[in-house]
Each structure stands twice: as C-alpha cells, then as structure tokens.
C-alpha cells in the first residue's frame, strides 16, 4: 500500500512500498510520470490517524477479552471459539504493529531509523498474521457446513484436540507463506544519499520476478477463500432454510451462521478495497493524474479497512452472541474487586453461540 508516497507529493516512482499486512504493486523507473499531486492535507491525515488510534484501543481490548474469556471459561472452549481465540491472537499482533504503520507510512516514512531486522520482521509478522486469519476464516467455515451439512461425519471428524491442531498447522502454513518477505524486504538507501532510508521491497525482489510471485500469492489468498466461502455459505443457508426449525439445536445452529456470515461479510468488505485499489494504481502507472489520485485515495482508505477488519469481530461477537456478552460480563465481574452483583447463570449457552 503506497501510502508513504501520500504525504510526499512525488510523482509514481519506483519505490515498491508495503502496505499493512500486503505486499504492493510497484513500478519500474521507466513508469514514472511527468506530473505531481497535490499532498493529503494536514487534516485528512489527522482524522485517519484519530480513526486508527480509536481502532487500536477497541481492538486491543476486544481481542484481549476474547482470547481471556475462551481460555478463562471452559464452557466457551468449543472448537468454534478455539477458531477465534486464534484469530483474536493474530488480529492482536496486527494491531500492535499499527503505531509503525502510523508513523513510518502516514507521517515520516523516510528516513528508517529501527534497522534492517525490525523491518523485516514487522512486515513478516503483518503478512503472517493476514494470511493466518484467512486461513482461519475458511477452516471455520468448512467445519460449520460438516457441522449443518455433514453432522455425523463432522461427530467423527470434528474434536477438540484435532482443532487445536488444525490450527497449529494452519499458522505453519501462514509463517511458510510469508517466509519470501525476509528475502523482498530490506532498507534501502535512496539515490540522493543524505541518509534518506526506507524500509521497502529491494531492488533484487523486482528485478528476480519474485515481488511478483508474492503479488500472485496475495491474490490468491484472497480470491480462493472469496469462492470456497461463497460456495459453502452457499449451501448451509440452503440446508438450513429449507428445513423446518424442530429444535433448538437448529436455531442455535442458524444464529451460530448469521454470526460467522457476519465475519466473512466483513473480511470482504475490509479486504476488496485493497485490491481494487491495487488494481488501479497498476492500471495508471504513467496515466493520468486524476486516476493517480483516486487510486491513491484508495490506498488510504484500504489501509484504515485493513485495521477495521482487525478489530471488528470482537464487536460483531458482542453484538450477536448472548453467550459471548454473559462470558465477558462474568469475566469482567469476577475481576472488579468485592465487586457485588451475583454471578450470572449460562442459561444461554446450550442455544446460542
């Protein structure tokens, strides 16, 4: 996400500059244009930083109680909430990367002053953390159509102790994935010396094509889980609809989809603008001024989204399940010194998630 070259009025160059947990499109010198823009004003960048401070602070504390009530609560340690007390942990570290972010890609994105080793490895842990909760994300889905679609196979299938494992293996395969950006990352001096640096893709990951291996691997991390959703939604509302609700069982179990349906709506939402705006900034590499801007504009709002889609499900996990609020309540209780209102009863969790 281009968003250092926001605030320095220059024209596209050759800078291959990341975005928060993607890797971005860069041109090649040749591509630079004639023209430059008008900077974002000091206003612009002042709202984006309080919108991102204020997605810090419910983040945190959201991912925080999240990853407390699963492991403080036993009764919340279904295989659904071990999914996402592993998604909080990675939306977590996400978060806590976001003041570098703020600060060396919105405000003073040159010279870099933390060394080779913390560029590298903040990128690092970004891209994992990203490729985690997609990963994450469609795993759930799967084991929900068993569960809806598949129930006695998923009896079989579905455990505990094979979830936690799942999820082991899921976040090997999300390090595995992000392991080239130790190989396209580095600091860079500029050209005109002065100890101008940046932290940003290396001469070497454009011109050995491996840049844009790693573009085809964010594509695909994206548009595979967007059609494997698509189709498994697809068919647990379709199970779930055209069968009459018999049981509690079966209300717990469309409450249960509504709420995931509500998390993959809100990976889409917060992860397309990305790619439209990737798309767009490849598209007017040496075009018009006016395209330049917009898809600049696009960067600007994909990186406040890429830190939304961190720090929403905690929200929409409050907002839809009854048994999430109680844990968090009884969590929160339980921790306020003589504190003296009486314990809450788990009258919700056997029907609603």
Same mark, same amino acid.
């Given at each position: 996400?281009?968003?250092? =070259?926001?605030? /320095? $009025?220059?024209? @596209? ?8 947990? @993607?890797?971005?499109? !860069? ?5 630079q244009t004639d023209w430059e823009w008008e900077d974002f004003s000091g206003a612009e960048l002042v709202c984006v930083t309080a919108v991102c401070v204020l997605l810090l602070a419910l983040g945190i504390t959201g991912n925080m109680l999240t990853i407390l009530v699963v492991w403080l609560r036993p009764h919340l ?6 999914? *996402?007390? /592993? ?6 570290? &996400? ?23 913390? !560029? ?18 469609? =795993? ?27 999820? $082991? !293996? ?21 050209? $005109? ?7 940003? @893709? ?8 491996l840049l844009g291996a790693m573009m085809w691997l964010s594509n695909l991390y994206f548009l595979v889980p967007l059609g494997i959703l698509g189709v498994v939604y697809g068919l647990i509302g379709r199970k779930l609809w055209l069968r009459p609700q018999r049981s509690s069982r079966d209300r717990a179990q469309r ?9 993959? *709506?809100?990976?889409?939402? @917060?992860? *397309?603008?990305?790619?439209? $705006? ?10 018009? =001024?006016?395209?330049?801007? &917009? ?15 961190? =720090? ?31 314990? *809450? ?9």
């Amino acid at each position: 996400m281009d968003v250092s =070259a926001l605030g /320095s $009025g220059s024209s @596209c160059s050759e800078d291959c500059v990341l975005g928060s947990g @993607c890797l971005e499109d !860069c041109g090649n010198q040749s591509d630079q244009t004639d023209w430059e823009w008008e900077d974002f004003s000091g206003a612009e960048l002042v709202c984006v930083t309080a919108v991102c401070v204020l997605l810090l602070a419910l983040g945190i504390t959201g991912n925080m109680l999240t990853i407390l009530v699963v492991w403080l609560r036993p009764h919340l340690r279904s295989t659904t909430y071990l999914y *996402l007390s /592993s998604m909080a942990v990675s939306d977590l570290l &996400i978060l806590l990367l976001m003041p570098l972010d703020l600060y060396y890609k919105l405000w003073r994105f040159q010279p870099w002053d933390l060394g080779d080793a913390v !560029c590298k490895l903040s990128v690092f842990i970004s891209e994992s953390c990203t490729y985690s909760s997609i990963l994450h994300i469609t =795993a759930l889905s799967l084991e929900r159509y068993l569960a809806v679609c598949r129930p006695l196979t998923a009896k079989t299938l579905v455990t505990r102790t094979r979830v936690r494992t799942l999820i $082991g !293996c899921l976040w090997v395969v999300a390090v595995i994935s992000a392991g080239p950006v130790f190989a396209i990352v580095g600091v860079e001096e500029l050209g $005109g010396g002065e100890g101008e640096s940046e932290c940003r @893709c290396t001469d070497y990951a454009v011109s050995s094509g491996l840049l844009g291996a790693m573009m085809w691997l964010s594509n695909l991390y994206f548009l595979v889980p967007l059609g494997i959703l698509g189709v498994v939604y697809g068919l647990i509302g379709r199970k779930l609809w055209l069968r009459p609700q018999r049981s509690s069982r079966d209300r717990a179990q469309r409450h249960t989809i509504k709420m995931l349906g509500m998390i993959v *709506l809100a990976f889409v939402l @917060c992860w *397309l603008p990305f790619h439209v $705006g990737r798309t767009l900034f490849s598209m007017t590499l040496g075009s018009s =001024a006016d395209m330049y801007y &917009i898809s600049q504009y696009f960067n600007l709002v994909s990186f406040v989204l890429f830190y939304l889609s961190a =720090a929403v499900n905690p929200i929409l996990y409050n907002t839809m399940s009854a048994r999430y609020r109680h844990a968090v309540r009884s969590l929160l209780r339980s921790h306020t010194p003589r504190s003296h209102h009486p314990p *809450l009863t788990p009258q919700h969790s056997t029907t609603t998630l």
